[in-house]
């Protein structure tokens, strides 16, 4: 902006001139206790002895760090260019998708053995049960592909498309209840306040479609609200605003607050976002705050959103074809075959990653009915979605993962009966898998012994996994930092090694 041009427009705020003059109480300590501290250092050390030869501080060594960091990447040649994450929120149970246990129907009934429980901590809902009874899923299992992977009656169209999938079955946890093992699997912590994965990959690999935000959520609203979910899931943590995940929701508002308010048309938003534009780039002059930037840089794609996000949502123009490949529900948006489809093409406009969301699958007690439904619910869009993406070519560079944050036990919680039985929470082994880009097809890696309760082969960990997603995308998850708070952080915190023996 020319310097005219400022000047007559702070003489038409003055209330914001005001604010330019002057510093508010917080800033005014805050910029006055670093100054009467560094005049008082200089009076004990002398500028000489603080500063070197010349009385003005040198800029720190190598210049921006983060910007450094930044610079560096893609550290790898990137063999995804893009994800979708299907988070199964509520804890799939294994004995009834993918971990065949056959053994366990001559022990349906007994007793979990002390020697495989091994001292295992369980959750409040099942310590107090005088006994644990092991019990077997009601539910067939056949083998499929030319892999021949055992794959439940539940997944039908999963098992049409087990040839391109890798399944680990031995993922493993130490979170057993439902926040902090969501939270642990999204954000590399068991507690709030870290950036997300989708966060991570939008701070380091940045936007290829700057009409669109690089990190889209969308949850399913035809699922069993179980378990709630939280915005810090795929929330920014500490890195700049502008990372944090945008959920798209079905109805009249995809983008909540994106739309004109009524009687405002699309001139009257324009003039009101220039004008909260130069506020906004004054402050910034004023206080240097990164994080004004960050608000500039959002409003600007909330007004291209307002023509990008309708265009995007707009599945009308999908043949018929298409909707019969996802399912009935598909028609149906927001469900999670929708959510799919609309995930599909939020690819296809170069967004680097999607999250969909599924809650409903935490069944303590009616699983056999419950995981039913659930199954009923995605397999269908979940194996139609592989086929799509591989059709158009678009499973070559697009890593497709699917999983919940742990799996269930091998006992039954609460009452047993022939035909009804619950599994609790168990973060030891649970299986998850991945498709596309850079994955080995028609595997399965890792195992477990005979009650899927502990794991005897290729372990896991949550970090492995999420140091695995980051070096696909060609990231190094140890190089991809950010000081907050005097430290260094990652997502995979001080650990994770990538399975090497899964990748192509």
């Known amino acids: 902006m020319c310097q005219n041009h ?3 427009f702070r003489m038409r705020t003055p209330e ?3 604010i330019h003059r002057k510093l508010d109480r917080r800033h005014f300590l805050t910029k006055t206790s670093l100054g009467l501290g560094a005049l008082a250092m200089g009076s004990l050390f002398g500028a000489k002895a603080l500063f070197g030869a010349s009385s003005n501080p040198a800029p720190a060594a190598g210049g921006d760090m983060e910007q450094e960091i930044l610079r560096a990447l893609p550290h790898i040649a990137p063999k995804a260019k893009r994800v979708i994450y299907l988070f199964m929120a509520g804890g799939p149970s294994q004995f009834e998708t993918f971990d065949y246990k056959p053994k366990l129907y001559d022990l349906a009934g007994q007793n979990l053995p002390d020697s495989v ?3 295992q901590r369980l959750t409040g809902m099942s310590s107090s049960q005088s006994a644990l009874p092991m019990v077997p899923s009601i539910y067939k299992f056949n083998q499929h592909g030319k892999s021949k992977t055992w794959i439940s ?14 399944i680990i079955k031995s993922i493993h946890s130490e979170a ?6 969501i939270t642990f699997f999204q954000t590399g912590n068991q507690l709030p306040g870290r950036p997300s994965i989708g966060s991570w990959v939008s701070y380091g690999l940045g936007s290829d479609n700057q009409n669109l935000p690089t990190f889209i959520v969308l949850v399913s609203k035809n699922a069993q609200k179980d378990q709630p979910l939280y915005a810090r899931l795929w929330g920014n943590g500490f890195l700049a605003s502008k990372h944090q995940g945008v959920q798209f929701r079905s109805g009249k508002d995809p983008v909540l607050y994106l739309n004109n308010p009524e009687g405002y048309d699309g001139a009257d938003r324009k003039e009101m976002l220039d004008y909260l534009s130069k506020l906004n780039h004054l402050q910034n002059e004023s206080f240097g705050d990164p994080e004004v930037e960050n608000r500039i840089a959002q409003y600007e794609m909330a007004y291209r959103m307002q023509t990008s996000v309708p265009e995007v949502m707009d599945t009308s123009d999908e043949p018929d074809e298409v909707f019969d490949l996802y399912g009935p529900d598909s028609r149906d948006s927001g469900s999670y075959a929708a959510n799919c489809i609309l995930a599909r093409k939020l690819l296809e406009k170069d967004v680097k990653f999607v999250q969909l969301y599924h809650q409903g699958w935490d069944q303590h007690g009616g699983l056999p009915k419950g995981i039913a439904n659930q199954c009923k619910q995605t397999d269908q869009a979940t194996g139609a979605l592989i086929m799509d993406l591989k059709r158009r070519g678009m499973l070559d560079d697009t890593l497709v993962i699917w999983g919940g944050e742990f799996g269930r036990t091998v006992y039954s919680q609460g009452k047993l009966t022939a035909d009804n039985y619950g599994r609790d929470h168990h973060p030891r082994c649970f299986t998850m898998w991945m498709a596309g880009a850079g994955v080995k097809p028609g595997i399965s890696y890792g195992e477990t012994d005979d009650f899927s309760y502990n794991i005897v082969k290729d372990p896991v960990h949550v970090h492995d996994f999420q ?3 980051m070096h696909l995308m060609g990231v190094d998850h140890e190089k991809l930092t950010y000081k907050f708070q005097g430290r260094r952080f990652r997502l995979t915190d001080v650990h994770g090694n990538i399975v090497k023996d899964i990748l192509a």
């Open 6 to 8: 400022d000047d007559e």
């Open 16 to 18: 914001f001139d005001a």
């Open 117 to 119: 429980r091994k001292g």
């Open 467 to 469: 140091a695995t997603l």
């Open 153 to 166: 009656e539940l997944l039908p169209h999963t098992a049409q498309v087990v040839d391109d999938l890798c």
């Open 176 to 181: 057993i209840n439902h926040d902090p093992a």
